[in-house]
């Protein structure tokens, strides 16, 4: 991204979902709330990729779902160029809703199989009809399939005769049909094979320089979105916990859980793997339905101290890291922040 484009074209402030319990069959009453994102804030901005990763069940696929008006929050605000789309209903919502598109996880999946190619690229043409006029809607697929990289000769092709990469690039060209500004992508290249993800984020890349476009990239590991990202937030039971740029978190981060998620990537150079300490977590993700008070990672933290269990840890330059210069001093939410240089595998 330039370092000139600081404006953002996304606000997320103070975020929250949260999806009510309930018991009982005809008179239902609420018994608890699974809080699958809790108070988040953070901003896209204009041309950059933003990657937001965090293990299974830490909120951020609600966080997609959130900014694509899927869900609706429980409070907080999603400003798309200082507007407030939480509150956008009828004519104002679609035409914002034409600007953030979502490219999904599963290739194999999203793909209506009953569908011509041609018609899945097009569908949203037929939501959007004043985004092509009709009789120009299958020359504008051919020229889609062709910025992905795809033959425009297959516009009548049905998905099962694609290869999984080529049908995350159909996924692409239907993402980019009404010339989005925003494209969030839910796990994008995880169920590919490493060297197709490889070519499927070159072309995201080419296509972002192409059309200056802003990327959420959702992901649960770290190593995936390194390529991509300019930023990255990294989330625990819907919390961000630490977030900054590429060399932020990932050589210098300061949060134990950025810390044993970055010891967890694989690293292919035998003398580096050999250096590294490996910081192995015990437990499993509490239950969002009752996280840990305090800071929600202080039970599997091997730093915890007392403090912890009360104290909730806000997400800003940590205490004793206001002075220093670099890319330790970035927003991180731990009492006990300790900057971990590592050489760099991810
Ligand atoms: S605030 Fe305490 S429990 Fe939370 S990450 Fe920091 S040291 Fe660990």
């Not at 590429?246 to 970055?262: G, V, W």
């Not at 009752?290 to 039970?299: E, Q």
């Amino acid at each position: 991204m330039a370092e000139t484009a600081r404006e953002p074209i996304l606000e997320v402030r103070h975020l929250v979902k949260h999806f009510p319990l309930t018991r009982g069959v005809l008179f239902k009453r609420q018994v608890g709330a699974v809080k699958a994102v809790d108070d988040i804030s953070f901003e896209l901005f204009r041309g950059e990729t933003l990657g937001i990763v965090g293990e299974s069940g830490c909120g951020k696929s609600t966080v997609a779902k959130l900014l694509m008006n899927l869900e609706q929050p429980t409070s907080g605000e999603i400003l798309y160029k200082g507007e407030d789309i939480t509150k956008l209903s009828g004519r104002a919502l679609k035409a914002v809703r034409r600007n953030i598109q979502m490219v999904f996880q599963d290739p194999y999946t999203s793909l209506n199989p009953r569908m011509t190619v041609g018609d899945i690229i097009g569908e949203p043409f037929e939501i959007h009809p004043e985004a092509a006029p009709k009789g120009d809607r299958r020359a504008k697929v051919r020229e889609l399939l062709d910025v992905v990289g795809l033959n425009p000769e297959y516009i009548n092709r049905y998905p099962h005769q694609f290869s999984g990469g080529q049908r995350q690039r159909i996924g692409i060209a239907r993402g980019l049909a009404l010339n989005p500004e925003i494209i969030i992508c839910d796990e994008p290249v995880s169920a590919l094979d490493v060297s197709v993800q490889a070519q499927v984020i070159n072309l995201m890349e080419r296509l972002q320089d192409e059309f200056g476009l802003s990327y959420m990239m959702i992901a649960h590991d770290l190593s995936v979105v390194r390529h991509i990202s300019d930023r990255v937030g990294v989330m625990y039971l819907g919390k961000i916990v630490e977030i900054g740029t590429d060399r932020e978190i990932y050589e210098h981060p300061t949060h134990p859980y950025t810390q044993a998620l970055l010891s967890a990537v694989p690293v292919p150079d035998p003398e580096l793997r050999g250096r590294r300490e490996r910081i192995i977590l015990h437990g499993d993700v509490p239950s969002p339905t009752n996280p840990p008070s305090g800071c929600h990672f202080r039970t599997r933290c091997w730093k915890a101290r007392e403090r912890c269990a009360v104290e909730e840890p806000p997400l800003a330059v940590p205490e004793g890291f206001e002075e220093v210069e670099g890319p330790a001093r970035h927003p991180s939410a731990c009492h006990f922040a300790e900057e971990k240089t590592r050489v760099s595998g991810a």
